[in-house]
């Protein structure tokens, strides 16, 4: 099915149009070659909301610290709290124990930062979080749940903060969830969320709750660009916006105007006679090859929040598959060619070709972590090879402006999600 509708698709793709029915051929080739790749209400991913640490007697998660006096001192609190409430002694290892293949296979306890263990900072690079030194303030403090970062079936939980005083307040009180919780040789947490951040100028911006009136204008404000002409790509900036506000707060609120937002662009992309008159492949006036990778970081990092139903979810998903499906289309990346020539790319690139890179890079991802789609397998090795050339130049295809900058911008972006330090290492940075 899925063979026969994207032969389908190509048949018509490359044939000029003739007519007002050969445009509606088109568009139906389209949409059944998405709907042979999207998600059916039955293989709607489980989410994976609660983490068991303890499991029949057994230890079932590793305590990861940062290999610093302080970090391994909160370590060794928690580890002490699980072993009073289970009698089961968790394993305490740095880091450098764990290479980055193993430190994910498995249930994980992570104390530390960006800049202090390595296996932080791959998450925080795929930004499922956010504790650098600069995030909580030095008595402020994270304890954040991350649900099967990278398709594994397993979880971690982030416990400390930016300093070695917020971790040891981070460490009490987490201790202190885990001896309410624990049972004799069992304990599993739900979901956490708890972001204790002190008042710094970093944090200023976002400090406090939205109010009600803000939420409402918010929205207002959102779907009056979304739905305005020529102003999707702004309303869209509206919907990550508050959707990193609430990953990066906690804020319900912020939530709440996420979750709203969302759903106005899913009636956008439903309504949109732009959109749903000129196709996939159309050339996008709301260069939605520049916000595609941030709308599908967002989801994943939002979908976990309980803030929508199973059918919204079902929903949001499939559209963001349908963005990363668009950057393919629009780019004629759907072509055997055209990913063979990717894949064999040493070249340096634009901007035009590394927007939707990202973008079908992490939508890419998502899919096939948690839906398993080898249908994007296509669309992986084409992001790779965009940057393949890339990584290897200080300077992309670009002189124009700040344009010049956003090749790079996403290179590194790219570079640091995927684990890949050949830009930094060359000295292109």
Known sequence: ???????????????????????????????????????????????????????????????????????????????????????????????????PDDAFSGNLILLG???????????YHNFFVCLDVGYTGREGYVIRSVHDPFGTGKNCILVGGSFAEGTAKGAAD????????????????????????????RAAPLRGAMSASQRDQAIAQGRKLMFSPGQGRSGVAQVIRYGIRYHRTGDPVALETYH??????????????????????????????????????????????????????????????????ECVLYQRWNRPASVEKCAANTN???????????GVYFVGNYMKRHYQRTEVSDWLTVAH??????????????DAAAYQWLPIIHTMVYSLAEGDHTFFDEGHA
């Open 113 to 123: 930062h960006l800049d202090n263990n390595r296996h932080v900072a791959r998450l």
């Open 174 to 201: 987490f201790a202190e969830r885990v001896r309410a919780a624990g049972t004799q040789g069992e304990l599993a947490l739900g979901r956490l969320m708890e972001l204790r951040l002190d008042a710094t100028d």
């Open 1 to 99: 099915m899925i063979f026969a509708a994207l032969i389908a698709f190509l048949a018509l793709a490359l044939a000029a149009p003739s007519s007002n029915a050969a445009d509606s051929e088109a568009l139906a080739a389209e949409e059944a070659l998405l709907a042979s790749i999207s998600v059916t209400s039955e293989e709607l991913m489980p989410l994976a909301l609660e983490t068991a640490l303890v499991a029949d007697g057994r230890p079932n998660a590793r305590i990861c610290h940062a290999d610093v006096s302080a970090w391994r001192d909160a370590a060794t609190v928690i580890q002490t709290a699980v072993a009073d409430a289970t009698g089961v002694t968790l394993p305490l290892v740095t880091d450098t124990d764990l290479s």
């Open 385 to 398: 090879g965009i940057f393949n050339g890339q990584k290897h130049s200080s300077k992309p295809l670009e």
């Open 260 to 325: 709203a937002l969302m759903l106005a662009l899913l009636e956008y992309y439903r309504t949109d006679e732009y959109i749903t008159g000129d196709g996939m492949a159309r050339y996008d006036r709301d260069f939605r090859d520049a916000w595609t990778h941030r709308v599908g970081i967002c989801w994943d990092l939002v979908e976990e929040s309980g803030a929508f139903s199973e059918q919204e979810r079902l929903d949001c998903t499939n559209l963001v598959l349908r963005l990363g499906l």
């Open 348 to 358: 340096i690139v634009h901007n035009h070709n590394t927007f939707p890179a990202l």
